[in-house]
Every structure is written in C-alpha cells, then in structure tokens.
C-alpha cells in the first residue's frame, strides 16, 4: 500500500536550505505494510506540532536520522487518528474510532517510556503520513460518549504530558509541606503548553498561579483562565533563545532583568517567599532564574530542555533549601485514561485558535512558523485527514 508522508531525510541528502530556513523535509510517497497481529492501521486526523518536531527538523541538538541510523524517517509522535483496521481484528479498535496516541515508543519494565514512537525510537514510523501502521499499544482509544473533538485530543496531548509531571511534583511538594493550604502557596511556568497545562491542575487545587509568556494574545488567555501573566517582554534579555551568545551590554541588562523578575514573583506569591513549584520545561538561559524564585522545600519540576539541558547549580544549596528536583519523560499508560477523563470532565482542554490549524500541504510552513516562534497559540496542529 502506498500513502503521502512528510519525510525527514538525513543531513547528508537534505540538499539546499529553502527561504523558510528548512532542509529535507518534504511530502513524499511511502510504501506502507499491511497491519500485522497488535497492529492498526490508522487515518491520522491531526498532529501536534511539538517541540520534538522542532528540535528534529531543525536537526538541533541532533539530526535524529543520525541518531536512528536511518537516511528518512517519518515523525510525528501526539495527536489523533481514526481506526481503519486492526491486524488481527481486535475488537477494542472499530473502523471509525477515534484514538489519542500515546508516545510510549519503547518502555521500561516498569512501564516508563525510554525511546518515543515516531522520534527517538529506531525503526518506527510517526503520524505525519495520510495513513499509517501503527503498534496498537500506542493507541487509547478515547470513549465517544466524553464529547472530546479530534481538535481537542490533539491540542490536550500537552496536557496530558503535563498530568504526569505535575502530579510527581505535587506529590513530592506534600511531601515535606505536610498540611500547608495551596492557597498559600505559587506555582510558577515558563511559557508553553505543558506548563499551562500543569498550572491549570494546580489551580484546580487552590494554588495561586503565575506564567510567563511573550505575546500580548497569550497574557489575555493565560488571565482569563486566572493565571497570573507576567510578560516576557518586560524582562529584555533574561531569557535568550537556546545557543544565543550576550554581547556585553545585554549582559548587564539580563542581569537587571533577573533582578525585577524574581522580585515581581516573591510579591506575587502568598507570603512572599517565591514559588512553591516551577515548572520549568525550557531549561538553559532561565534555569539560573528558575532556582532564584523557587522557595525552600520547593520543587523543580521538568519534563522538557527547550533552551538548553547542560545545567549547572550547587548542590549545598539545594540540599540545605530542601529542593526537590523532578525529571519525567512522557507519561505513563496508566495515568492516559484519568487525564482524558479530567479533560472532559472539567474542561481541562486547550481552546483551539483556527489560525494555529495548518494545512496538510503546510507543514513546511507550520514548521518555520513553530520554530520562530510564530504560531498565536501554544497548540499549532497539522491538518491531515478530516
Ligand atoms: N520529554 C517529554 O516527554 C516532553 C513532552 C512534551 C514536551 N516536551 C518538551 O518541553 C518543552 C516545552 O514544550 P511545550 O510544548 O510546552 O512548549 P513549546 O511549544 O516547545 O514552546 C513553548 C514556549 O516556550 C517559550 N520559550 C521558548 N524559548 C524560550 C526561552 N528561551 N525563554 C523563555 N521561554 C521560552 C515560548 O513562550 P512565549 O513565546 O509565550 O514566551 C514558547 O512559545 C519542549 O522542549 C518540548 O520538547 C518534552
């Protein structure tokens, strides 16, 4: 069978760079097996456009053809396809239903993700194709009855990354402040989609929430869900983007910057003494930051290096401030079905921004727009089936 793909190719044959700055990335035809036993063949209907996708087409910090072994590889990790057949018939995925995939690639013993389908995982083939054979694992099939829209399951697959995180950092956060009200307490996020997601569980629980995001558009939403929005552009120069060198006048003015803004958290949080959890997903140029306004006994908690993941802090510090650091990575299985859940239950979902909804035919667009920081909202998708 043969079916459309965006296809990454290797560095070595991705020929000249275009005016988007993109390389290698181009919508090919691909032969696609026949389903085999735990196998499904899917209709992808949207795709989330991440950071992996960014970090992959962008071949920064690796060309992930390199790392795979592999001269083309098909990405695209989260979203939401509609069953065509199962390879063996499996009764749990109808033609027609839809299903959110999960990207648990390759898993520990403990059912912990360690390689993701459609990225890191050798071998493996992602959604941005037409259609596509996928391992039924990677698939949950999302109950009808929820009245969630393919738009939907796609945006709040951030979301549902955000769960896992957050409740590991919630649980070790009680872990030392035994008894203390949430509404005492901040919780803090750089911008982007997991955090928002994360800050809104915490604000589901009473504590107060706090974001920093860069675009007038993003503070109004962030404020309607009662976030605090502190605007990026207000601190010039205290977060650069991943790899950029300061010349040495944007160093004093980063330094200044830093400054306002950890004062501007403390007066933000309940009793002044900063943010009870970060959420701290990008790394490099803000980690410095991140450890400035987070309060004793709080928590680091991060399941992304955007801007950098070579991190330095002092150990004494941390430990006599009792700061807990938490990594994930994914989610697990079992946390897929009490997330969608909670989505549909609460309204826990992203709202869509049409403008965010490319085309099939626009990935190379979509993908020059996400990785310069041009999408309106945190939730850009790639329309491929209807
Ligand atoms: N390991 C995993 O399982 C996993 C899962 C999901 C995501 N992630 C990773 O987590 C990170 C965040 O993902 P996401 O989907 O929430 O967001 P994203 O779409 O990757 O980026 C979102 C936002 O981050 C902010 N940002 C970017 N560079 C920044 C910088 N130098 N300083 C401060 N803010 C900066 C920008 O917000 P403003 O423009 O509003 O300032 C940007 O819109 C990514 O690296 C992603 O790959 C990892």
């Known amino acids: 069978m043969k079916t459309e793909a965006w296809v990454l190719r290797h560095g070595k044959d991705a020929g000249e760079v275009g005016p988007d700055g993109i390389s290698g990335f181009d919508i090919e035809t691909i032969d696609l097996p026949e389903p085999g036993p735990g196998e499904v063949l899917v209709e992808p209907m949207y795709a989330a456009w991440e950071g992996n996708l960014g970090h992959a087409i962008e ?32 009764g749990r995925f109808p033609e027609g239903a839809m299903c959110l995939v ?28 037409r259609r596509m054979v996928l391992p039924a694992e990677l698939l949950y099939r999302v109950d009808p009855s ?24 919630l649980a070790c956060w009680r872990s030392q402040m035994v008894g203390e009200d949430p509404a005492d307490h ?12 994360g800050l809104l569980l915490a604000r589901d629980l009473g504590f107060r929430t706090a974001m920093l995001t860069g675009s007038a558009d993003r503070a109004r939403l962030v404020a309607d869900m009662g976030i605090t929005p502190l605007d990026r552009r ?11 060198a300061l010349p040495p006048e944007a160093r004093k003015m980063r330094v200044d910057s830093e400054a306002r803004f950890v004062e501007d958290v403390r007066a933000i949080s ?12 990008i790394g490099g140029p803000v980690y410095v930051a991140t450890l400035k306004i987070l309060a004793r006994q709080g928590v680091l908690s991060t399941v992304g290096w955007k801007a950098g993941m070579r991190l330095t802090h002092l ?27 909670y989505a549909a239950k609460t309204g826990w979902v992203p709202p869509i ?20 920081g041009g999408t309106y909202s945190y939730f850009p998708m790639l329309k491929i089936n209807d």
């Open 59 to 90: 071949r920064r910090p690796i060309d992930i053809c390199e790392e795979r072994g592999e001269d083309r590889v098909v990405l695209g990790n989260s979203g939401a396809v509609r069953v065509l057949r199962a390879g063996d018939r499996d």
């Open 102 to 129: 999960v990207p648990a690639g390759e898993v520990d013993r403990y059912g912990y993700t360690e390689k993701v389908h459609g990225y890191d995982r050798p071998g493996s083939s992602g959604i941005l194709a």
């Open 146 to 169: 929820l009245g969630l829209t393919a738009q939907q399951v796609t945006a709040a697959g951030r979301y549902f990354i955000a769960w896992n995180n957050w409740n590991v950092a």
């Open 186 to 197: 901040l919780v803090f996020g750089w911008g982007g989609g997991v955090s928002q997601g």
């Open 234 to 244: 207000d601190y010039p120069g205290m977060t650069p983007a991943a790899g950029s």
């Open 270 to 281: 309940p009793r002044g003494e900063g943010a009870a959890i970060v959420l701290d997903h």
């Open 315 to 341: 150990r004494a510090v941390e430990a006599i401030g009792r700061r807990i650091h938490v990594n994930t990575h994914v989610t697990h299985l079992r946390d897929v079905a009490p997330a969608v859940e």
């Open 353 to 372: 921004d049409e403008r965010d909804v490319y085309a099939w035919e626009d990935g190379r667009r979509l993908a020059a727009a996400y990785n310069s």
